[in-house]
C-alpha cells in the first residue's frame, strides 16, 4: 500500500459521511472550492502550488484490498460498504488556478465538481498537499521578492516535517523562484536542480582543516565551496586562500566559501576582502544558518557582499506562519447553491470565477469574485485542468510554472511586496451577482444570519 | 521506489562527503549524536518520538535500481561511487531515550556508532523523523497536562506538511497522551483508536438539518455526535434534544454534540443544559475550531462543560514553535571525541550519557550529561536499541511507549508543567568528566575558543 495515494489517507468523518450518502442515495453532483479565508499574519499574497501532486492523487487514489480489509475490520460499517467503496473512483472534473498564480482570501483557488461520494471524501488529503504546498510557495516567494538575484537554495529536509513535507517543500520553493535545493529525491522526482557543499562533521573528521578542504576539492575537481566556520571563520577563509594557487595548479576551482555562524555580515566583508585580495573575485560567498527573509534583506540593505543563501527550517516549515486558514467548502449540492452560516465562518455560495484587472502597466489592481458565467472586466483565473477524472493536458513542467510565478512578483503592486503588513491590502470585490446569490440562499434557508464581508 | 525508504532523501552534501569518504578511505566509527540544542519559545521541557520510524528506515534504506540510476547520471561522482553505494548498508549500533522519554537541551536522546559513510548518509532522513516526531509529541504534551483527563483528538490531518506529516503526527500525540485520532490511515497503520463525526457539508447538502441528523443517526446506530453549528448553534442542539425520543425509540443513542465556531464556553453551557434538561446527561459535548492548549486550558478554568476536544492544525504544526534547535553532530571519530566549535554553535564532545535524578516521591529533579562510562548517580535514560544495524528486540508497543510518556509528565516538576516558560529551567548538568574531555579536545586541536554553556 502506497501511503502517499491511500484513499485512508483521510479523516474518519469522510467515510462515515460517505456510508450515510450511500445508504441515502445521496449521489447528486456537489460543487466544493477550495480556499482561504484570511491573509496569514505578516503576508500581502498567497501563491497557488500542490495542484500536480493534487490531480495524480485524484487519478491513483484506489480502495485496495488492504484499505477494504481495514474497512471491514473496524466494525464501523455495513457489509455493502467495502463493495461501494472497491467501485469507487474520482471521474469528476476539476477547475483550478495554475501553480505559481498569486491568489488572495476568498479566492477559490480549486474547484472540484463531482458526485457527492466522491467530492467528499478526497477532502482530507487534497487540501493537505494543497495547503503545504501553497504555503511553502507563498513563504518562499517572500525570500525571492527580498533577495533580488541572489541565488536562493532550499536547505530544509532535515526539520521539514516529514518526507513529504520535504519533497514538497523544495517543489513549492523552487516554483516560487528559489534556484535550487539540497534534497537529492526531489533533484531525481521533480528535476530541480540540486546542490550542496561540505557538513563540519566532515572538517571534524580530518585532524586537520586544510586536509579536509584539500581532499573534498580534489573530489570535486569542477569546484568546490568550502565551509570555512567550524573552528575560526576568518583564518578558515585564510586557509582557502592559501590553498588555492596549490589548487589551481591541480586543476580545481575554488568555486566560493560557506558561512554558517556568526556575524554573517561581518564574516562576509572578511571574507570577501581576504578572497579578493588573492585575486578569487569569482570565488562567491555563501551564507546559511538561521535564515529567513527578514535576516536576509538586513544584509543585503546593508550591503553584506553575500552571493547566495541556503535557507532551512523557516521556509520548509513557513515557520512565522506555519498554516494558512485554508479550507474546502460545499458550495452547491444537487443544482442548489449551499451556504455555511457558523458564526465567523460563513461561505459565499455557487461555483465561483475570478477575475484579475490590471493597470495599463501590468500591475495587478483588482480582483473581483464572482458567479461562473458573469463575465467581468479583465482576466479569469480559474481554468479547467481535469473532466471526468483525467487531465486536460500533461503536467505542466515546473520551468513554466517557475515564470508565471516570477511574472506574478514582478505584477504585483509595490506595497505588497512587501515583508510587512501593507497598510492597504489588495482590493478583492465580491460581484453584485454573487452577493444576490449569497442573499437567495439565505431567503431560501434561514434568514440572513450575518454578513460575510 | 518507495520515497519514504529512499536513501535519496537527504541532502546532496552527505553524498558528496561519502564520495571523499570512499576516495580517501576514510571509514573508521565514527560517532554522531542527536540533540536538541535550546528549547523553543514557551516550552519547559520536550518529548522524545520518532525512534520507531528511524530504526525501521535504517533497517531498510537501500540503494535501487533508480537511484544508482541517478546518482551515475548526475555526472558528479566517478563511476566507482554507485559501486560503493550500491553495497551500502547500515550495520551500525544505536542508543536512544526511549520514546515517550522527556528530555532537555544539550541531552542527546539518540547516538549514532557505525562507519563514516554510514553514520553520515543517513543524518537527514533521521532528523526528519526523530524531529519532527519529537516536535508533535512535545507539543501535545502540553494539551494532555491542560486537559486532565478530557478526551483529546487529532483532527489535524488536512493542515498537516504532507501526508508523512499527518501520519506521524497522529502517532506523536497519541503517545503523547491524546485519545484518538481522526486519520484513519493512522489508524491502520499504528493501530491508533480512529473517530469521526460530521461535517457542515453534511449537513448543508441536506435541505433540512434536522433530516440531516436523522440520516447520519440511522447510519450509525450505535452512537452519533451531531455536528450542531452549520447555520444556528442552539437551534441545532434544540434539533437533537428533539430527535433524541424518536432516534431512541429506533434504538440509536445520541452519543453527544460537536461545536465547531463561535463562543465554544458559552455555546458548551448552552448546550449541557438543553441536554440536561432533555435528560440527555450522558450525551457529550466536544469541541473543536482553532484550539490549542492555552484556549482549551482558558475553557476548562472557566468551568466550560466540554467532554473532549479536536486539536488539529495548532498541533500538528506544533504552530507556535513549528521546529526545535535539533542537530546531529559528530561527536568521535577513528576513537578521538570531537567537538565543533562554531560561534555559538559549541557542542560537547565524546560518546555521552544521561542520568536522571528525581526525589523521593518519583519527581524529576535535575539531569547529568557526562560521558560514558563515567557513573552518576540517577537513572541512565540512552539505551542499546539497535547493533550492527539489527533491532534489539521487537518495536515497542504504542500503549507501553505512552504510559511511559503519562508516567513523564507525572514525574515533571509542577513549574515545568505549565503553558508559560518556568521562571527557573530543569537544571540539566554537565559532569566534571565531560568538562574535562571538551578542555581536552581543545588542547588537542587549536585551543579554546568560547566556553559551550
Chains 1, 2 share one sequence.
Not at 232 to 240: I, L
Not at 403 to 421: I, K, S
Request: hydrophobic share 40%; net charge negative.
Amino acid at each position: 500500500m502506497d501511503p502517499l495515494h491511500s484513499p485512508l489517507l483521510t479523516d474518519l468523518y469522510q467515510l462515515t459521511m460517505l456510508h450515510t450518502y450511500y445508504r441515502q442515495r445521496m449521489e447528486a453532483t456537489a460543487v466544493f472550492e477550495f480556499f482561504v479565508r484570511k491573509l496569514p499574519e505578516h503576508r500581502n499574497f498567497m501563491m497557488a502550488a500542490g495542484l500536480e501532486q493534487a490531480l495524480d492523487f485524484l487519478e491513483q487514489a484506489r480502495f485496495g484490498p488492504e484499505e477494504l480489509e481495514w474497512i471491514a475490520r473496524s466494525g464501523l460499517f455495513t457489509p455493502e460498504f467495502p463493495k461501494h467503496l472497491e467501485q469507487w473512483r474520482f471521474s469528476g472534473d476539476v477547475h483550478a488556478m495554475p501553480e505559481g498564480t498569486i491568489f488572495f482570501p476568498d479566492e477559490p483557488i480549486l474547484r472540484v465538481t463531482a458526485s457527492m461520494p466522491q467530492a467528499q471524501l478526497i477532502e482530507s488529503r487534497l487540501m493537505n498537499l494543497v495547503h503545504f504546498e501553497s504555503l511553502v510557495a507563498t513563504k518562499a516567494a517572500r525570500s525571492v521578492l527580498v533577495a533580488r538575484g541572489k541565488k536562493l537554495v532550499d536547505f530544509g529536509l532535515r526539520r521539514a516535517h516529514g518526507a513529504e513535507a520535504g519533497l514538497l517543500a523544495a517543489r513549492a520553493a523552487y516554483l516560487a523562484g528559489y534556484d535550487s535545493t539540497a534534497t537529492v529525491l526531489a533533484g531525481s522526482r521533480f528535476g530541480i536542480p540540486v546542490v550542496g557543499t561540505m557538513a563540519h562533521s566532515f572538517v571534524q573528521a580530518h585532524d586537520d582543516e586544510a586536509q579536509a578542504f584539500i581532499d573534498f576539492a580534489r573530489a570535486f575537481p569542477r569546484g568546490t565551496i568550502f565551509l570555512v566556520d567550524t573552528y575560526d571563520t576568518e583564518a578558515g577563509v585564510r586557509k582557502v586562500v592559501k590553498l588555492a594557487p596549490q589548487l589551481e595548479r591541480e586543476g580545481i576551482t575554488v568555486r566560493g566559501i560557506r558561512l554558517d555562524s556568526g556575524d554573517l555580515g561581518q564574516l562576509a566583508r572578511a571574507a570577501r576582502g581576504l578572497l579578493d585580495e588573492a585575486g578569487l573575485r569569482k570565488a562567491v560567498v555563501f551564507a546559511s544558518g538561521n535564515l529567513d527573509e527578514y535576516r536576509m534583506r538586513e544584509l543585503l540593505e546593508a550591503g553584506a557582499p553575500i552571493d547566495g543563501f541556503g535557507v532551512g527550517t523557516s521556509l520548509v516549515t513557513s515557520a512565522d506562519a506555519p498554516f494558512l486558514d485554508a479550507v474546502y467548502k460545499l458550495q452547491e449540492y444537487a443544482g442548489r447553491p449551499r451556504r455555511k452560516r457558523s458564526t465567523a465562518k460563513a461561505t459565499w455560495p455557487g461555483r465561483k470565477q475570478v477575475f484579475r484587472v490590471s493597470d495599463r502597466a501590468g500591475i495587478f489592481e483588482r480582483d473581483i469574485v464572482t458567479v461562473e458565467g458573469d463575465e467581468q472586466a479583465g482576466e479569469p483565473l480559474l481554468m479547467p485542468v481535469m473532466r471526468e477524472g483525467r487531465r486536460l493536458g500533461s503536467p505542466e513542467p515546473l520551468d513554466h510554472i517557475r515564470e508565471r510565478a516570477r511574472g506574478g512578483l514582478e505584477r504585483l503592486p509595490r506595497r505588497l511586496a512587501d515583508l510587512e503588513t501593507a497598510s492597504e491590502p489588495y482590493c478583492v470585490d465580491i460581484s453584485p451577482a454573487l452577493r444576490r446569490l449569497a442573499e437567495e440562499v439565505d431567503r431560501a434557508t434561514a434568514g440572513p444570519l450575518e454578513s460575510v464581508s
